[in-house]
């Protein structure tokens, strides 16, 4: 059964720090990721593709494209590599080619590709595809309160149910022989995680669960948007020892310099990023 995966750029967006750092003081923050001139710092919107045997997966969307331009410029998206679309066509992937979209969790910057406009109608941008997200996860999303509001927007998923293109995951779920998603909540509490295995090692997609790869290492370090940050620390404590016990190469979704690296033991016996660039297996 083949294996092959890809990091897909889907754009970059600038961001206020709080929200990555939250109460880490910029002292420590800054030196891993400084901000420009502005204040912002830069967050990637990286998704993965993976072909499982006949099945292709793409594991979250980035924004998408629906934002109005007062939107984008908020954001300041630029696409320093190309499009979510752009960059699965490198890899001889059409819309209609992508069997499963697994949504870590429904934030806008991680479900906006999910739909497109189509003469002026919202549409599933990947027509065949079966939609996967953990059930309290929509739940969540159609449920939101004054704190979460601004995080989720309908456009990115009512159409998918309306089109009856949702598979609602209940817990850690087998995708493929190779494919898997294990609950990491805290983000948000329905929020998931990626592994790939089959390959050399395994692959841990770990999404919002460490959104800059120093937040993987930094067991306390949790993002402002955290809705459960202690939730946040107790899975990321569980998922730390599984990646160093497995030697798991962790994907980091919005980091720009470090996109992935495996877990190691510094001398003071605390976790580093040991950054590792491998960014695709079986070109
Ligand atoms: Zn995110």
Same mark, same amino acid.
């Given at each position: ?17 709080g ?24 967050m990637?919107l990286?998704s993965?593709?993976?072909f ?52 870590t ?50 456009? &990115? ?25 294990v609950?990491t ?23 919002d669960?460490a ?34 016990? &497995?030697k ?20 003071? &016996?605390?976790?580093?990023?040991d ?6 297996l079986?070109?």
């Open positions: 059964m083949t294996l092959k995966w890809h990091i897909i750029p889907t754009g970059r967006v600038w961001v206020d720090p929200g990555a750092f939250g109460l880490v003081p910029r002292s420590m923050w800054q030196k891993h990721q400084p901000p420009n001139q502005d204040q912002l710092i830069p990637d990286n993965l593709l993976i499982s045997g006949d099945k292709v997966i793409l594991v979250d969307s980035g924004i998408g494209d629906k934002l109005s331009p007062k939107a984008m410029e908020i954001w300041g998206i630029e696409w320093p590599e190309g499009t979510m679309l752009e960059n699965l066509k490198k890899w001889g992937v059409k819309r209609e080619d992508v069997d499963i979209v697994i949504n969790h429904l934030h806008s910057d991680h479900s906006g590709g999910n739909t497109r406009i189509v003469d002026g109608k919202i549409e599933p941008t990947f027509p065949n595809a079966i939609y996967m997200v953990q059930e309290n996860e929509y739940f969540d999303a159609t449920h939101t309160n004054v704190r979460t509001r601004a995080t989720y927007l309908p456009e &990115n998923f009512d159409p998918i149910f309306t089109n009856k293109r949702f598979h609602f995951l209940k817990g850690d779920s087998h995708i493929t022989d190779h494919v898997r998603t609950l909540p805290g983000h948000t509490p329905g929020h998931q995680s990626v592994i790939v295995e089959g390959g050399d090692f395994p692959i841990f997609f770990v999404s669960l959104s800059y790869a120093i937040h993987f290492a930094k067991t306390a370090w949790v993002t402002a948007y955290d809705v459960e940050p202690l939730k946040t620390i107790k899975s990321k404590e569980i998922w730390q020892k599984w990646a160093f016990d &497995n798991a190469l962790v994907v980091f979704q919005h980091d720009i310099t470090i996109r992935s690296g495996t877990l190691i033991k510094n001398e003071k &016996n605390r976790y580093e990023i950054v590792k660039e491998v960014g695709s079986g070109k």
